[in-house]
């Protein structure tokens, strides 16, 4: 096997509102700056790359882009496009009321494609380690019995490992792939500062402590955020210093695994991209829509009034579609195997991948990697469903019709045809 690694700057000037935490403040400074990374491996001339991006996702158009910018060098079926999923992040996604900036938009292509040509161009023979650890600064933020609002629920299903890829090189580590489950929503992203969030801050930790490059994969964390409490318990944005102290734990646990690993020659290297049609279920009700169609609020003129508008006139027309065209792909790795999915997973939809697939697949490990290729929204079981609370009632933020149906079943099939 053999290796290479780059990473490039997209920050944009500060002055747009920022894409995940709904506001109408412009942002005005970088706390943190936006960044592409992108690993490249190679087996015998079969190659894959695995880009990450900090923007809090992307549409499969622009994962096509990217694709087909890399051709030369990688076929599209083996690069996998994963985002950190930043609330502090510039638009990327046409939703939330918002209309991303295009020249935005080629600007992560071609820094894409640059980071790959300088990975493909550094390719060095490598050998990989593969290990675990764990941090705690996430919680589950499912709602109560009895309850419909985010909170700290401490009942509920976290993932708390952090799982670490280390490749070495000639001269040492080369690179650092790690996999942890949280909402990057530690800072509010209202505030006004462009940011990475933890993730980045844990990269930048590994980088300085292990001289390589890091990439962070995220989880499925549809319904787990970081747990920054008020006195009386309830979420809140945190404090610089909170931020970073959340990130440099990661970066702990992730140097602190890496220093223990053993690495070995692996051979291997496969890919598949299935097509999937996540299904629609029942929308909203006719008056709750009208309801939403006249809020003259701030979010209702800019975002759910012209969302509510959409639908009742697919009502008056041809109907609401019958599903949502995405897809899922399969990355393996040497000993691993990543299992894209196209948009916010929630943690008990990662475990089932795990639990059904990781065998079929024949590897010592599989990470679940939500928020890669597109961005179609949360994909709730249907128990959550059954429950309530944000994420089975947030489709309209995303530009959905109806909530999805089924989903569940959906993912963990797709999962298994990829294995196949």
């Given at each position: 096997m053999r290796c290479g690694v780059a990473s490039?700057?997209?920050?944009?000037?500060?002055?747009?509102?920022?894409?995940?935490?709904?506001?109408?403040?412009a942002s005005h400074s970088v706390m943190y700056p936006i960044e592409v990374r992108a690993v490249v491996f190679d087996d015998d001339g079969t190659r894959s790359a695995?880009?990450?991006?900090?923007?809090?996702?992307?549409?499969?158009?622009?994962?096509?882009?990217?694709?087909?910018?890399?051709?030369?060098?990688?076929?599209?079926?083996?690069?996998?496009?994963a985002c950190?999923?930043?609330?502090?992040?510039?638009?990327?996604?046409?939703?939330?009321?918002?209309?991303?900036?295009?020249?935005?938009?080629?600007k992560i292509v071609d820094v894409s494609a640059q980071c790959v040509q300088e990975a493909v161009d550094g390719l060095e023979d490598v050998t990989i380690g593969l290990g675990c650890g764990s941090t705690d600064f996430n919680i589950s933020r499912r709602p109560l019995p009895g309850t419909d609002s985010m909170m700290a629920n401490y009942g509920m299903l976290v993932d708390r490992r952090v799982r670490v890829l280390r490749v070495d090189g000639s001269s040492g580590t080369l690179a650092v792939l790690f996999h942890y489950s949280c909402h990057p929503t530690t800072f509010n992203?209202?505030?006004?500062?462009?940011?990475?969030?933890?993730?980045?801050?844990?990269?930048?930790?590994?980088?300085?402590?292990?001289?390589?490059?890091?990439?962070?994969?995220?989880?499925?964390?549809?319904?787990?955020?970081?747990?920054?409490?008020?006195?009386?318990?309830?979420?809140?944005?945190?404090?610089?210093?909170?931020?970073?102290?959340?990130?440099?734990a990661l970066g702990r646990e992730v140097c602190r695994v890496s220093n223990w690993l053993q690495t070995r020659k692996v051979a291997g290297l496969s890919s598949k991209v299935l097509d999937v049609e996540m299904p629609y279920g029942e929308p909203m009700s006719r008056e709750q829509l009208q309801e939403w169609a006249a809020d003259e609020s701030d979010r209702g003129r800019l975002m759910t009034?012209?969302?509510?508008?959409?639908?009742?006139?697919?009502?008056?027309?041809?109907?609401?579609?019958?599903?949502?065209?995405?897809?899922?792909?399969?990355?393996?790795?040497?000993?691993?195997?990543?299992?894209?999915?196209?948009?916010?997973?929630?943690?008990?939809?990662?475990?089932?991948?795990?639990?059904?697939?990781?065998?079929?697949?024949?590897?010592?490990?599989?990470?679940?990697?939500?928020?890669?290729?597109?961005?179609?929204?949360?994909?709730?079981?249907?128990?959550?469903?059954?429950?309530?609370?944000?994420?089975?009632?947030?489709?309209p933020y995303y530009g959905d019709p109806a909530p999805y149906k089924d989903e569940e079943r959906v993912i963990l099939d797709a999962a298994k045809k990829l294995a196949e």
């Open positions: 490039g700057d997209i920050t944009p000037e500060p002055g747009m509102i920022l894409q995940g935490h709904w506001s109408t403040n695995v880009m990450t991006l900090d923007v809090i996702g992307v549409p499969l158009a622009l994962t096509q882009r990217i694709r087909a910018a890399l051709s030369d060098h990688i076929p599209a079926e083996s690069v996998m496009v950190s999923h930043t609330h502090c992040g510039p638009p990327v996604l046409p939703c939330l009321g918002m209309t991303p900036d295009a020249n935005y938009l080629q992203g209202s505030k006004g500062f462009l940011s990475y969030d933890y993730p980045g801050i844990a990269r930048a930790h590994i980088e300085r402590e292990l001289n390589c490059k890091a990439l962070y994969l995220a989880g499925c964390f549809g319904n787990i955020r970081p747990a920054i409490l008020t006195e009386d318990g309830g979420f809140t944005s945190a404090t610089k210093e909170q931020l970073d102290a959340c990130g440099d009034g012209p969302w509510a508008k959409s639908v009742l006139d697919l009502l008056d027309g041809d109907g609401i579609p019958e599903s949502r065209a995405t897809e899922m792909q399969r990355l393996n790795i040497g000993p691993i195997g990543l299992v894209s999915i196209p948009g916010e997973p929630v943690q008990e939809i990662g475990h089932a991948i795990e639990k059904d697939v990781r065998d079929l697949l024949g590897v010592e490990d599989l990470w679940p990697v939500g928020y890669a290729n597109d961005e179609i929204g949360y994909l709730c079981t249907e128990r959550q469903y059954d429950e309530g609370g944000y994420e089975p009632n947030a489709y």
